[in-house]
């Protein structure tokens, strides 16, 4: 068991450009979540993937924010244009579909910088 | 909607002493289950006690324990025995049963924890 791995830790952008952040979840595990954090908040939830499919989409998620997650193993999520308030810390969490026992195991994020 | 309250913002304990943690919050479901996590400095989210709303008994992990009152929707975490590496902020968490829908969890807050030595 390796964790939920982020990639990158960081990432610093200019105001209108494109980024993309990959999560990789515990291998065992069918459910994806992205949260999104910022400075003294705790995380808002943003989207859930259980396998290939997303199946729920938080309003916070705009139409410039994507989310996938391909063949149900990593997932991406991509934000266009990307604005300053879209600086935070982007979490990806991962669990597996047990109905007793649910927990969620989160990575260690992606901190957004836009400029 | 859920709501989940972290009404302490920071608080501060000496090294070895206990603290308590309050959470409280609002749903109309009866049953659902409830988290502590912690985030140091190193932002990663950290699981501390999960306790199920069907179970009375307070859930129990080593030095961390919950105080789960149903009726006034309260869910409070002690730490006994404090240590330096406990030092973080805790985020209580809520999330409704499985059972189709998205077992997504809604978090407070969070309460800033500084133990002092």
């Known amino acids: 068991d390796t964790g939920v791995s982020q990639d990158p830790r960081h990432k610093i952008t200019k105001r209108g450009q494109n980024v993309t952040f990959r999560c990789d979840p515990i291998?065992?595990?069918?459910?994806l979540y992205w949260y999104r954090q910022t400075l003294g908040q705790g995380p808002e939830f943003l989207t859930y993937?259980?396998?290939?499919?997303?199946?729920?989409k938080s309003r916070l998620l705009s139409d410039r924010f994507s989310a996938e997650r391909p063949k149900g193993s990593f997932s991406t999520l991509e934000i266009q244009r990307t604005e300053q308030g879209d600086s935070a810390m982007y979490l990806c969490?991962?669990?597996?579909?047990?109905?007793?026992?649910?927990?969620?195991?989160f990575g260690s994020g992606t901190q957004l910088s836009v400029l | 909607a859920q709501t989940v309250t972290q009404s302490q913002p920071e608080m501060s304990v000496q090294e070895a002493e206990t603290v308590t943690l309050s959470c409280t919050y609002d749903?109309?479901?009866?049953?659902?289950?409830l988290f502590w996590y912690k985030q140091p400095p190193s932002r990663q989210m950290i699981l501390v006690i999960r306790?199920?709303?069907?179970?009375?008994q307070n859930a129990t992990e080593n030095r961390f324990s919950v105080n789960f009152q149903k009726a006034a929707k309260s869910f409070s975490l002690k730490i006994s025995d404090s240590q330096l590496g406990d030092t973080a902020m805790y985020f209580c968490?809520?999330?409704?049963?499985?059972?189709?829908?998205?077992?997504?969890?809604?978090f407070g807050t969070g309460t800033l924890l500084a133990v002092q030595p």
């Open positions: 749903t109309s479901e009866s049953n659902y289950y």
């Open positions: 968490a809520f999330m409704k049963p499985y059972g189709g829908a998205t077992n997504k969890l809604i």
């Open positions: 969490a991962s669990s597996s579909q047990t109905a007793t026992n649910e927990k969620l195991f």
């Open positions: 291998s065992e595990h069918n459910r």
């Open positions: 993937f259980q396998n290939e499919a997303q199946l729920e």
């Open positions: 306790q199920e709303a069907y179970k009375q």
